[in-house]
């Protein structure tokens, strides 16, 4: 079975799913969560440009589409923007990119599969 990684890019990005939605993020030996943005946003600001900012394993599951998230939802090739309800679960679709939680904006991480 193929295990996928989802990481971040952009720090900004990144910090604003640290901050809104509580994900734990890595950036090597560095843990990015809640209680450390300001020492994350202090690194930035003396130059730090972390290529890949990685998803850790148990906040992976905060990416899962949930009732009442907005999504860009691909199925049989199309792709749609949708609210899901609770009659949409189990999904059907491809894949579900989430755009907005709770009326926030939902910043996907990209993929790699390894």
């Known amino acids: 079975m193929t295990k996928i990684a989802y990481f971040y890019t952009d720090p900004v990005a990144a910090l604003w799913m640290a901050k809104t939605y509580r994900l734990k993020l890595v950036i090597g030996t560095f843990c990015l969560q809640s209680e450390s943005l300001d020492t994350f946003i202090e690194m930035l600001g003396k ?53 907005q939680r709770s009326g926030k904006a939902f910043i996907m991480p990209e993929r790699a599969r390894g």
């Not at 148990?58 to 009659?87: M, Y």
């Open 47 to 99: 130059g730090a440009r972390p290529d890949r900012i990685a998803v850790a394993a148990e906040s992976v599951p905060v990416l899962d589409p949930k009732p009442g998230d907005v999504v860009e939802e691909t199925a049989n090739g199309k792709t749609k923007v949708k609210r899901l309800a609770t009659k949409d679960f189990p999904l059907t679709g491809s894949n579900y990119d989430i755009l």
